[in-house]
Antibody
Framework: QVQLVESGGGVVQPGRSLRLSCAASGFTFSSYGMHWVRQAPGKGLEWVAVIWYDGSNKYYADSVKGRFTISRDNSKNTLYLQMNSLRAEDTAVYYC???????????????WGQGTMVTVSS | AIRITQSPSSLSASTGDRVTITCRASQGISSYLAWYQQKPGKAPKLLIYAASTLQSGVPSRFSGSGSGTDFTLTISCLQSEDFATYYCQQYYSYPRGLTFGGGTKVEIK
């Protein structure tokens, strides 16, 4: 079945780095734009970044620009989020999500992973 | 950035009730709006995209309407499994600055 599974979360000190992974299965990964969305404890959803189906374009939320890097390996059906210079306010559950691929709705997310928790604390 | 104001932030309702949630965008976004349902400890689930198109597999008691700046999600006959938090999201500014509303928690009265 169509599935996204995140990994790599954990507890990290402020200023350190962490890399998240998202393994995709059940669909043609290389045909879809992919996103990261996060949710701080008890808070709402915040879009983080998007990468084009072929990795040719990447866009970021202002809150993470210059610190986070989204990437993908289509040969491994895997999406990544490299997070550097982490701050306490980056503490959240991080979800990977698939763009719908529907014309006029590629900015909506139709498949989500279960999420991985990142805690930035000293 | 386009801001989305969602209201109410919470509501109490009974099974069988008709429930309406609204989102207002800070500028016109045509019909580039989606609705999601999130249950505690779970990932969000896409309900509606393009303001009014029901995602495959979503029950027909869910409907969306609106365009421009004002949008509505309606649950026509609330079921027990519908108690959850609902979010709207604009993607007019795609691929930059995608934004969500603050969420509406639908609780049991």
């Amino acid at each position: 079945q169509v599935q996204l599974v995140e990994s790599g979360g954990g507890v990290v000190q402020p200023g350190r780095s962490l890399r998240l992974s998202c393994a995709a299965s059940g669909f043609t990964f290389s045909s879809y734009g992919m996103h990261w969305v996060r949710q701080a404890p008890g808070k709402g959803l915040e879009w983080v970044a998007v990468i084009w189906y072929d990795g040719s374009n990447k866009y970021y939320a202002d809150s993470v620009k210059g610190r986070f890097t989204i990437s993908r390996d289509n040969s491994k059906n895997t999406l990544y989020l490299q997070m550097n210079s982490l701050r306490a306010e980056d503490t959240a559950v991080y979800y990977c999500a698939r763009g719908t691929g529907i014309v006029g709705a590629t900015g909506a997310f139709d498949i989500w992973g279960q999420g991985t928790m990142v805690t930035v604390s000293s | 950035a386009i801001r989305i104001t969602q209201s109410p932030s919470s509501l109490s309702a009974s099974t069988g009730d008709r429930v309406t949630i609204t989102c207002r965008a800070s500028q016109g976004i045509s019909s580039y709006l989606a609705w999601y349902q999130q249950k505690p400890g779970k990932a969000p689930k896409l309900l509606i995209y393009a303001a009014s198109t029901l995602q495959s597999g979503v029950p027909s008691r869910f409907s969306g309407s609106g365009s421009g700046t004002d949008f509505t999600l309606t649950i026509s006959c609330l079921q027990s499994e519908d108690f959850a938090t609902y979010y709207c999201q604009q993607y007019y500014s795609y691929p930059r600055g995608l934004t969500f509303g603050g969420g509406t928690k639908v609780e049991i009265k």
